[in-house]
């Protein structure tokens, strides 16, 4: 079946550091890959989306590309914020299901 | 954006009571709804899903006579989670999708503590 897996946290870092949170995937189909937010006591934000090999998914200074040769799809942010602080989950649709299935999450605590 | 409305966002109760909880996607209309499940500094654990005027799907292992999930219309969907107990006791979380190819939106979830 699908599964995604993703780094252990929390990640700590320090204002303005680089971020990197790896995801791998493994997928019967040809699936559509998602970078999704949690703030504290929230519900899931979408952060952005690459639907096909080699697409970048961008937003709010996140990128993700899509990697079929690695089935990877790295977040990553040049300068992180406080206000970054949250727990990122990394998913994944296959193709021909409605269904997403979900990373264990990371926790990114950033502090100024 | 797209817009998904959860209610209430916590609730408490006594064991024993049904717990209902509401999904409304507020500016676009909710073909498909899905239920999770969140355990503390846990992944969300998809319960079932929901597609507008049928029954729901469960996955295996989720009661169906415990949560009850209803999605009369293309805004809204509830989940009842009947005879609370403690162990029942956990994040819900909620989202929408318009058509097949469109990404879910979530909920902002309900934190549901049974005493």
């Known amino acids: 079946g699908d599964s995604v897996t993703q780094m252990e946290g929390p990640v700590t870092l320090s204002e303005e550091a680089f971020l990197t949170i790896n995801c791998t995937y493994t997928?019967?189909?040809?699936?559509?890959l998602f970078w999704y937010v949690q703030y504290p006591g929230e519900g899931l934000q979408l952060l952005l989306k690459?639907?096909?090999?080699?697409d970048k998914g961008s937003n709010k200074g996140f990128e993700a590309t899509y990697r079929k040769e690695t089935t990877s799809f790295h977040l990553e942010k040049g300068s992180v914020q406080v206000s970054d602080s949250a727990v990122y989950f990394c998913?994944?649709?296959?193709?021909?299901?409605?269904?997403?299935?979900f990373g264990k999450g990371t926790m990114l605590l950033v502090s100024p | 954006g797209a817009v998904v409305s959860q209610h209430p966002s916590w609730v408490i109760c006594k064991s024993g009571t049904s717990v209902k909880i509401e999904c409304r996607s507020l500016?676009?209309?909710?073909?498909?709804m899905f239920w999770y499940r969140q355990f503390p500094k846990q992944s969300l654990m998809l319960m079932a899903t929901?597609?507008?005027?049928?029954?729901?799907?469960?996955e295996q292992g989720v009661e169906k006579d415990k949560f009850l999930i209803n999605h009369a219309s293309l805004t809204l969907s509830t989940l009842t989670v009947t005879s609370a107990h403690p162990e029942d006791s956990s994040f819900y979380i909620c989202?929408?999708?318009?058509?097949?190819?469109?990404?879910?939106?979530f909920g902002d979830g309900t934190r549901l503590s049974i005493l």
């Open positions: 929901s597609n507008e005027g049928s029954k729901a799907t469960y």
């Open positions: 690459a639907t096909k090999a080699d």
């Open positions: 997928a019967t189909g040809y699936p559509s």
């Open positions: 989202s929408a999708r318009g058509q097949e190819n469109q990404p879910q939106h």
């Open positions: 998913a994944l649709r296959d193709s021909g299901y409605s269904t997403l299935t």
């Open positions: 500016d676009f209309q909710a073909t498909t």
